[in-house]
């Protein structure tokens, strides 16, 4: 029994140190690289077939909660508009994100969406609340998630928006934001 454990041990310690090699998130291809994770990925990440995007109108979100995620420093809030929350045909959870800086300045709009079945993230467009209108993104470029770098929303949103690959219904994942999270707290782990 204790070989076994011993042996978990060592290959979590192992896969754990694999993340942290030097590469940044956008110079990471799958099979790239000559650290543990490069041995395992041996193939390019799968781009999620997507539908027809429908933009929010950001002149009606007017729900929003706070997102909450372990991060060193701390310059930011973050908050997730519950009204734009969507789950298309494609699997894919769709949302708008705004991100403002605790000294002051300008408010930063994103609209997102998240593959739970690849584990991926990209940014559709950026809001422009003033004018009521998005800057659509000119890349289409899907990236891993991750929860160990500076501004990695998208990490800790996964947590709450997806289980086992697949993603938590909508009003599920509106009702979990809506509750006074403790730590450690999970959304399978609730009472019903």
């Known amino acids: 029994m204790h070989k076994i454990l011993l042996l978990t041990c060592l290959l979590a310690g192992l896969v754990q140190a694999a993340e942290y090699e030097t590469h940044t998130p956008d110079n990471i291809e799958a099979g790239e690289g000559d650290g543990l994770m490069g041995f395992f990925k041996n193939k390019a990440p799968v781009i999620p077939a997507e539908q ?22 701390k310059n930011n809030n973050y908050y997730l508009s519950l009204d734009s929350l969507s789950l298309g045909p494609d699997r894919i959870v769709r949302y708008v994100i705004a991100v403002t800086p605790k000294a002051g300045g300008p408010k930063n709009i994103l609209f997102e ?20 209108e998005w800057q659509k993104s000119t ?6 998630l991750s929860k160990n770098q500076y501004n990695a929303w998208q990490g800790s949103l996964s947590d709450n928006f997806c289980q086992m690959g697949d993603p938590w219904p909508v009003e599920t994942i509106r009702k979990d934001f809506t509750v006074d999270k403790q730590a450690g707290d999970c959304l399978g782990c609730r009472a019903k």
């Open 52 to 73: 027809e995007i429908q933009y929010p109108d950001l002149a009606t979100l007017k729900q929003w909660a706070p997102v909450k995620f372990a991060q060193e420093i």
């Open 113 to 132: 969406g998240i593959d739970c079945k690849t584990n991926q993230y990209r940014t559709y467009a950026w809001g422009n609340p003033n004018k009521n």
């Open 139 to 144: 890349q289409v470029k899907w990236k891993p």
